[in-house]
């Protein structure tokens, strides 16, 4: 009788047992799990961008359309990583640039282009909205430094002075009106362009004038940057570009 009842219990014993073992398989799973989720938080934690970078976006199908389109229609001129061509095609990669230009002036600059230059206007010329914008991105792509927001007042100076501080420092390399798009002498862009001065802010003219642009023949000006201008030379400038009245050539 005694052995009859000592089968059952160890049935027992051996069930509970393998439930035992069962259960802790199932923790140590599950804590395995737990640890690999909590790794993977931390390997993110651990890899997000510091504040202040930019990162490029992932590639989609509108970034793809971007490239294509500048392979195609802008790298002739400016480059193929917007390095730039002289005046033939401005520089669209230099951080100066990048970190001071607007999305809607690229946006105009590449739908209404630069009458009387090499820049068409691709609105007019098989280009849509949505075909412009993927361009802007694309070009985008080029920024590693933050965004300067720019004040959009007008500046302040004396165009008379601006005029004898262009004479100085600029009109060998942008002639004396800023048009150079048919004077193979002069190396700068065409600074005076009606089109281009109707889309730049008195700042982003400034701020160009003071850092330059890396990469190109256009060097800072700037006292603190080793240049010979002051700030309010550098306003004194600008008025005086404000004056022209250019016309393109046709």
């Known amino acids: 009788m005694k052995s009859a009842q000592a089968g059952p219990k160890r049935s027992r014993r051996f069930a509970w047992s393998g439930l035992r073992v069962f259960l802790e398989k199932v923790a140590m799973r599950f804590s395995l799990i737990v640890a690999f989720l909590m790794g993977v938080g931390l390997l993110v934690a651990g890899c997000r961008v510091p504040a202040g970078v930019i990162m ?71 280009l849509d909205d949505a075909q412009i914008a993927s361009l802007v991105r694309y070009i985008r792509k080029w920024q590693k430094t933050p965004s300067i927001a720019l004040d959009s007042a007008p500046l302040k100076g004396d165009a008379a002075n601006g005029k004898t501080l262009y004479d100085q420092n600029c009109a060998s390399c942008h002639g004396p009106t800023g048009m150079t798009m048919r004077n193979d002498s002069l190396a700068g862009s065409s600074i005076g362009h009606p089109q281009f001065l109707a889309q730049a802010s008195d700042a982003f003219i400034a701020y160009a004038i003071a850092n330059g642009r890396s990469g190109t023949v256009m060097v800072p000006h700037a006292k603190e940057k080793g240049g010979a201008l002051s700030a309010q030379d550098i306003a004194d400038i600008v008025t005086y570009m404000r004056t022209w009245k250019n016309v393109p050539p046709e």
């Not at 990669?93 to 999305?103: G, W």
């Open 56 to 126: 490029p976006p992932a590639p989609t199908v509108a970034s793809k359309m971007g490239a294509a389109l500048y392979t195609e229609r802008c790298a002739v001129c400016h480059g193929d990583q917007g390095e730039g061509k002289g005046k033939v095609g401005t520089s669209l990669s230099s951080p100066e640039f990048l970190s001071t230009v607007s999305d809607p002036l690229l946006t105009d600059a590449i739908a209404n282009g630069r009458e009387g230059t090499t820049m068409s206007p691709w609105a007019k010329n098989g």
